[in-house]
């Protein structure tokens, strides 16, 4: 009887190894790409998930006061000690089942609570950071979001100390250029050196938590911007990623913007969650923003 033998394997010679490991090498390189693909695709439907839930939220709102929520006043100081003169962010918790935290006591504390819709997965984990928790989403405070302006659906409100007439605007009659083509919460830009504890980066529209910065303040609140360019002409600034520099200019601070690759993500009145590329026209993104100036955009021009 013959017996089986079991062939030899013969093991790498000293330069098969290196071609080995160079072809391991090339195929995670092209793997690569499809990963982050993938993982940016999926950060943008959760992105775009979270946006719903703050429409459903700002929608239960309106349904129950008959007017959409506020910007938040400057009335009791910056960050305003009276509850009247916070924002949207703390005026919508009951709307989106955190009813515990809107009764919270304790303002530090409720500064402090993390809030997983009002953070965009694709730009960093919802946790406390340098003391407060934030917002990645900012109200839509049209073209004068830095002035006293209501040309946007997120508004000033009255304040404590009644300063300002304030607008109390209803999805109905109050966005005349109509629900679909006017931004409500959209992402906001931000200086991605002050996300790490320690961070050298400067960026004052994102130093505060979602709970209770005053109007006008980009915590939570922005809009198309205006300044003027080379040539001297008006124009407004667009959505832009996140930048990463020491000392960014000032009117980013009311900037919509976004961590993903080529455009951000919006909510508009009629509850749509769509896309606004970075390349978008600054007139076209005026108008989009601006809820009363008789200009309807359709969906293919952002």
């Not at 072809?23 to 943008?44: D, H, M, N, T, Y």
């Not at 910007?71 to 009276?82: K, L, Q, R």
């Not at 955190?98 to 819709?117: G, H, S």
């Not at 003391?131 to 006293?148: E, H, I, L, M, Q």
């Amino acid at each position: 009887m013959k017996r089986f033998v079991m062939p030899s394997r013969r093991a790498f010679s000293l330069i098969e190894l290196p071609v080995v490991i160079a072809i391991i090498a090339i195929l995670i390189g092209l793997l690569l790409p499809a990963v982050q693909k993938v993982r940016e695709a999926s950060a943008r439907t959760q992105c775009q998930n979270h946006l719903k839930q703050i429409g459903l939220g700002f929608q239960t709102y309106h349904d129950g006061y008959g007017y959409l929520p506020h910007a938040g006043s400057g009335d009791s100081g910056n960050p305003p000690t009276d509850r009247r003169d916070w924002g949207w962010a703390y005026e919508i918790l009951p709307n989106i089942e955190q009813q515990n935290t809107y009764d919270q006591v304790d303002v530090a504390a409720l500064r402090q609570t993390v809030i997983k819709i009002y953070n965009c997965p694709g730009r960093r984990v919802a946790r406390v950071m340098n003391g407060a928790a934030k917002s990645d989403y900012a109200g839509n405070g049209g073209n004068r979001v830095d002035s006293d302006g209501f040309d946007g659906p997120v508004c000033r409100s009255a304040g404590s100390n009644n300063s300002f007439p304030g607008r109390n605007i209803n999805l109905h009659s109050g966005i005349p250029d109509g629900t679909s083509s006017t931004i409500l919460v959209a992402e906001k830009l931000i200086n991605i050196p002050t996300q790490a504890n320690g961070g050298g980066g400067n960026d004052w529209s994102d130093n505060e938590s979602w709970a209770g910065p005053g109007y006008p303040d980009g915590d939570i609140m922005r809009g198309a911007v205006d300044y003027s360019n080379s040539s001297g002409a008006t124009t407004w600034y667009i959505p832009a990623r996140d930048i990463n520099i020491s000392n960014p200019d000032s009117n980013m601070n009311f900037r919509f913007g976004s961590a993903h690759l080529l455009s951000m993500n919006a909510l508009f009145c009629d509850g749509s969650v769509r896309s606004v590329r970075y390349s978008v026209n600054p007139l076209v993104f005026k108008n989009i923003c601006v809820r009363n100036d008789g200009q309807v955009v359709g969906a293919d021009d952002f």
